[in-house]
């Protein structure tokens, strides 16, 4: 896949794995990235699939309806990619965190719901659920940070609170941080993220145990 790789400076701080929103690309989020965990290797992907020009990472049939059939493959196709990236740029497959943004947080979402231990930890802003009716393997010890606007059109504030529940299930310790916003990203938002990241995988954190 199309991707920019980028070493870390702390040795032990998760890898960022970047995922972009519709129409993004592998750069938009960089400083993403570097607000959260400047510290971090960062492995920023570009989806593979194109809708009228736009990447994204699977098909949709419509506005927030997803090709389901393609959703799978192009989980499994990012699953796979990152046991490639990991052995070409040799980091620890397992200390892996992906920060995603809409289309980029809802593949995020769908590798936690179909690969145990994919993820050490992901960050969604603006997520959906990404399919409905599987059993999810188990989350136990996964921080998940939502981030969601209380008037986003496209992930209601129903579909968080249903995502968030499917996960806490699962056993992942779920935080779900809202805006007064609609879907786009706010500099809050990505801070209330990167204080999330600093208390559970910051210099230090191990020791302090999980909140
Ligand atoms: C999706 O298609 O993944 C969601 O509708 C979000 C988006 O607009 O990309």
Not at 54 to 65: K, Q, S, Y
Not at 133 to 149: T, Y
Request: overall charge negative; some cysteine; hydrophobic content about 40%.
């Amino acid at each position: 896949m199309k991707h920019v790789y980028r070493p870390g400076k702390r040795e032990g701080a998760p890898v960022l794995l970047l995922l972009h929103g519709t129409g993004g690309t592998e750069h938009d989020l960089l400083p993403v990235a570097g607000a959260i965990s400047p510290d971090s290797a960062v492995l920023s992907v570009r989806g593979n699939v194109l809708e009228n020009g736009m990447p994204r990472f699977f098909r949709r049939l419509a506005e927030g309806v997803f090709d389901i059939e393609d959703l799978v493959f192009r989980t499994a196709e990012l699953h796979s990619f990152l046991d490639e990236a990991a052995a070409q740029y040799g980091f620890e497959r397992g200390n892996v965190v992906a920060v995603g943004y809409s289309n980029g947080a809802n593949i995020a979402g769908s590798m936690l719901f179909h690969y145990e231990g994919t993820l050490k930890g992901a960050i969604l802003h603006h997520p959906m659920v990404p399919l409905r009716g599987v059993r999810l393997p188990g989350l136990s010890g996964v921080p998940v940070f939502i981030g969601a606007g209380e008037n986003d059109p496209i992930c209601r504030p129903e579909e968080t609170d249903e995502l968030g529940g499917l996960l806490s299930e699962a056993g992942a310790e779920v935080s779900v941080h809202w805006e007064r916003a609609g879907h786009r990203l706010t500099g809050t938002e990505v801070a209330a993220a990167a204080s999330w990241f600093a208390e559970r995988f910051g210099e230090g954190a191990e020791g302090r145990g999980r909140a």
